[in-house]
Each structure stands twice: as C-alpha cells, then as structure tokens.
C-alpha cells in the first residue's frame, strides 16, 4: 500500500549560486560567440541560458510546520517536511500542506438523544495533518471531510446517549463531560484516519434542549418549585394551628 515517503532536496543555496554562476558565464561566452560570429556556439550557449533558467524552478521554500508534495508527471515522489531552502527537479509540482493545529466547530445540530428527546448539540474538534500521502490523496478534500465526518460523529454519539441520566452511574451528555470528550473523539478519530489526520481533542461546546421541549422544561420545572413553595407553606400553617 502506498504511504508517504519522506523526501530531501538538494541544498537550494548551493543550487542558486551554481545556478547563477553558470547563467553568468553562458552570458559571457554568449556575448564571445557573436563577436566571433560562431552561430553553432550561440545557439549552444542559448540553450544553456533556458535550461539554467528552467532550473532556478525548482528552487522551494519549506516554512515551519509545512510540507510539499512532490509529483513527477502524475507519480508521488515524497514529501519534504523538513523546512528550509531546497532545490528538486524543475520539472515536478510541489503542493504545499499546513501542518499547523487546526480546530473546527460544527453548527448546532438538532437530534433525538437516546430517551427521543430533541435536543441541540454542537461539538469542537482539534485536528491536524499527520500523513500528507493520505490527505491528498485518500479524498477529494479533507477540509470538508473533517467536517462532515466529525458532525455525523456528533449526531451518533448524541443519539448513543440520554440528555440527563435517570440513574447512578449512567453517562450522560450533559453530566459526564469527561467521558463524552473520549467517546467524541475516538468517533471522530476512527472516520479521519483514512485522511491522514490525528485528532487531537473533541469536546462538545453546545448542548441544550430543542425549542419545542425547552419551554415544557421549564414550565415543570417552575410548576415544581411552586408546588414545592406551596407544600411548604402550607406544612408551616398546619404546624402554626
């Protein structure tokens, strides 16, 4: 199976003073052939002169948590991670990768969680490029990848889980944060390996009842602490007789 393939250039500062040297003495001998009038050498040395200026296209520059894909005619050749000032063959395309930590939030997603209760969910998701072969290669883009992937693991892992637990012990998305996190993340993980990306940290950054139930909430909730003040109040009468 193929994989990434790490990838050196030769050093692009010798490249760029042999380079100019050569493009430096063609003119020279350039300027020599036609006041000897000898066509055949200036022709030569014009040959020269386009190939030199061919390959100061393979001078690159490699920034700090960057990387460049190289491609001969269609065929991966590597990856240069490495960073600094590189010379490869002209004639190859460089695409360019960050490797920087990124992170992405997804929308507030609306789903039934594992009672059916409709609730609002939203979810952060830390990643980074690891494997630049898979990246490019494995799928179209892996930008809109990560995010489509990590929002169908957001709506599995609410609908795997209660809003609230009904009993000791049982996870819950709005109460056992740490173990959601972990879940969230190894969901996401597992659907963004085959792009070559590590998932650094998932956590949930929205989670809520939906509209349509969140007023009821609230109406029991306030119908509760009445009926509490009520019973209260009357217990203190009954006790004042």
Same mark, same amino acid.
Request: glycine residues 8%.
């Given at each position: ?59 690159? !520059? !490699? ?15 590597? *990856? ?11 004639? *190859?395309?460089? %695409? ?28 952060? #998701? ?8 898979? +990246? ?9 990848? !990560? ?10 892992? +609410? *609908? ?16 056992? #944060? ?12 597992? %659907? ?6 590590? !998932?650094?940290?998932? %956590? ?11 007023? +009821? ?7 509760? %602490? ?16």
């Amino acid at each position: 199976m193929i994989g990434e393939k790490d990838m050196r250039g030769f050093n692009g500062w010798f490249m760029l003073i042999a380079l100019t040297a050569v493009v430096l003495g063609a003119v020279w001998q350039l300027v020599e052939a036609v006041k000897a009038e000898s066509f055949w050498m200036v022709g030569l040395w014009i040959v020269v002169l386009i190939v030199s200026g061919v390959c100061y296209a393979g001078l690159s !520059v !490699v920034n700090p948590n960057e990387a460049k894909v190289v491609q001969l005619a269609g065929v991966y050749k590597g *990856t240069i991670k490495q960073q600094g000032f590189w010379w490869v063959n002209p004639l *190859t395309t460089r %695409r360019k990768l960050s490797l920087r930590v990124r992170n992405f939030e997804s929308g507030h997603l609306k789903v039934n969680d594992h009672d059916g209760n409709p609730v609002e969910i939203a979810a952060v #998701v830390v990643w980074r490029i690891v494997e630049t072969f898979e +990246a490019l290669f494995n799928v179209n883009d892996y930008e809109h990848f !990560v995010h489509v992937q990590s929002e169908a693991a957001v709506r599995i892992l +609410a *609908t795997s889980y209660p809003y609230d637990a009904h009993q000791e012990g049982q996870l819950s998305l709005r109460q056992s #944060v740490g173990e959601i996190s972990d879940r969230l993340r190894h969901e996401v993980q597992e %659907r963004l390996a085959k792009a070559g990306i590590e !998932v650094i940290e998932a %956590r949930i950054s929205h989670l809520a009842y939906a509209a349509e139930i969140a007023g +009821a909430t609230r109406w029991r909730r306030s119908a509760g %602490r009445s009926w509490s003040i009520w019973t209260t109040s009357a217990r203190q009468r009954w006790s004042a007789t």
